[in-house]
């Protein structure tokens, strides 16, 4: 009850952030995390904040608010997934439209030499495990519905490229991101990637992963080795699971780090993770369901306070990332990721919070539409 709580009453609040931000991936994460209500209950009400979106952000002629793709952005595609299902519930030409212009826009995404798209062109010949969650499950969807002879191999080779750059098979754990041309001055000069291991960032990744593989999958087709990689990536960050709390440290592998603490939205993308890899059989359930649960139970427990009868999330990173070339700070140092601000409510763990949730009530069948 205390996360259906949540999740109503923070999509409900979530109104008027949408109506003042322009077009962003946190908004996108929590429209699909009211979608992914909508669907574990069939709850109308829970549409409410995706329609205000729609509203908002797309006009008649499907023009996107606050949409630049001259900034060619892997983080301005991720909302567009919610426009899938508002074309489905409406049939109004504006969201294929809109579908259709961003796909346009990750037609040209620069690429690395290895076919991986840039994060940013702001961040030349990067490759980010986030981007992996921003761009692949829009593309996958978009070939999906719409593609002449999808067979997702550009999505599947771009995973393979992350897999044999970003891994690092001693720890088992996967780096922020990676610099295709050693130039920029996070870069390690040997293999370019950053120099540890964000918890969101390996979050992100896991959750693309869950994604893709359910498009795909609903194309009729296989991704085993989508399999492959997230019981990888799972395992890998299970070595490191915190006992006593069931979570996970922000610097993943550095648990007596000064400063590092039991982060909150990469934990909950974990969750989501492990619960929907089991829903779609990527995953054993006998042995991951109830990680996932515990988590989730973790989070409830540990991580939400109530305040005059409203419930906060707390512990969760505003924001952190890799550069650009004139901030050297954000350098992906362990002490870079320890040194970014600790908030409530954020976007990206309480959306993410709430996709856990929902995928725990379609695993288990509580109020899941028929």
Same mark, same amino acid.
């Given at each position: ?113 290895? &076919?991986?798209?840039?994060?940013? +062109? ?6 980010? *495990? =986030? /981007? #992996?969650?921003?761009? !692949? ?82 194309? &009729?087709?296989?991704?085993?080795? +989508? ?6 990536? *799972? =395992? /890998? #960050?299970?070595?490191? !699971? ?129």
């Amino acid at each position: 009850m205390v996360l259906e709580k949540f999740a109503r009453d923070y999509l409900d609040g979530y109104q008027e952030q949408l109506f003042h931000n322009k077009w962003n991936y946190t908004g996108g994460c929590v429209l699909m995390a009211g979608k992914y209500m909508y669907e574990a209950t069939g709850d109308a009400s829970y549409l409410k904040v995706i329609r205000h979106f729609a509203s908002r952000y797309v006009d008649e002629n499907g023009t996107i608010f606050g949409y630049d793709p001259e900034e060619h952005n892997v983080d301005l595609m991720c909302s567009g997934k919610i426009l899938f299902p508002l074309y489905d519930w409406t049939g109004e030409e504006r969201f294929r439209n809109g579908i259709e212009t961003i796909m346009a826009n990750l037609r040209e995404q620069p690429r690395t030499n290895e &076919g991986s798209f840039w994060h940013k +062109l702001i961040y030349p010949n990067q490759v980010w *495990l =986030d /981007g #992996l969650y921003m761009a !692949q499950p829009f593309y996958v969807e978009y070939e999906r519905r719409f593609g002449a002879h999808p067979d997702f191999q550009d999505t599947l080779r771009q995973f393979d490229v992350v897999r044999n750059r970003l891994f690092d098979e001693k720890k088992q754990l996967y780096y922020h991101g990676y610099d295709e041309s050693r130039q920029v001055f996070w870069a390690d000069q040997e293999t370019g990637c950053s120099p540890s291991f964000w918890l969101r960032s390996m979050g992100w990744y896991v959750m693309a992963l869950v994604d893709c593989y359910d498009q795909i999958m609903q194309a &009729g087709q296989a991704a085993q080795s +989508l399999a492959q990689l997230l019981k990888e990536a *799972l =395992d /890998g #960050l299970l070595r490191y !699971q915190d006992a006593e709390s069931c979570l996970f440290y922000q610097v993943i592998d550095q648990p007596d780090l000064p400063g590092n603490y039991l982060e909150t939205s990469g934990s909950a993308m974990i969750a989501y993770a492990l619960l929907k890899g089991v829903r779609l059989r990527m995953l054993d359930a006998e042995r991951y369901a109830p990680i996932g649960r515990n988590i989730l139970c973790a989070l409830e427990a540990g991580k939400m306070r109530m305040d005059h009868g409203t419930l906060h999330l707390k512990d969760i990173c505003r924001t952190a990332g890799l550069g650009p070339a004139d901030d050297l700070r954000r350098n992906g140092t362990p002490a870079y990721y320890v040194s970014e601000p600790i908030v409530e409510d954020n976007a990206h763990g309480s959306a993410a919070l709430i996709m856990a949730y929902s995928q725990e009530r379609m695993l288990s069948g509580k109020g899941e539409r028929k």
